[in-house]
Nanobody, 125 residues
Framework: VQLQACGGGLVQAWGSLRLSCTAS????????LAWFRQATGKEREFVAA????????FYADSVKGRFTISRDNAQGTLYLQMNSLQPEDTAVYYC???????????????????WGQGTLVTVSS
């Protein structure tokens, strides 16, 4: 599965961006999907995930209430709506997918099989 993320850019604090992630040649049906991010000099960290079984959404505490993850299985597109962005949200954002992932591993990068190339989000103060 090849993933392509886009939608990043430069935005002022309190602004919004919507990231998109598409899968080449297939839909996302049956996949658990997630967004991770990695700031310069830091480890990759979990942002949000949607389980394949029931589409329940899970968020990092740092983005809860500001970010919304959603998916369009028919279009094969994953979204991350980001509102009230802050400078600490600056990072490269990665979309990822996996068919088989247990709940306790939702926030673990190594548990995911497929990764997009990342899109840079820069939030200025």
């Amino acid at each position: 599965v090849q993933l392509q993320a886009c939608g990043g850019g430069l935005v002022q604090a309190w602004g919004s961006l919507r990231l998109s992630c598409t899968a080449s040649g297939r839909t996302f049906s049956g996949y658990t999907l997630a967004w991770f991010r990695q700031a310069t000099g830091k480890e990759r960290e979990f942002v949000a995930a949607l389980k394949s079984t029931n589409s329940n959404a899970f968020y990092a505490d740092s983005v809860k209430g500001r970010f919304t993850i959603s998916r369009d299985n028919a279009q094969g597109t994953l979204y991350l709506q980001m509102n009230s962005l802050q400078p600490e949200d600056t990072a490269v954002y990665y979309c990822t997918a996996s068919r088989t992932i247990i709940h306790s591993n939702l926030r673990v990068p190594s548990a995911y099989a497929y990764w997009g190339q990342g899109t840079l989000v820069t939030v200025s103060s």
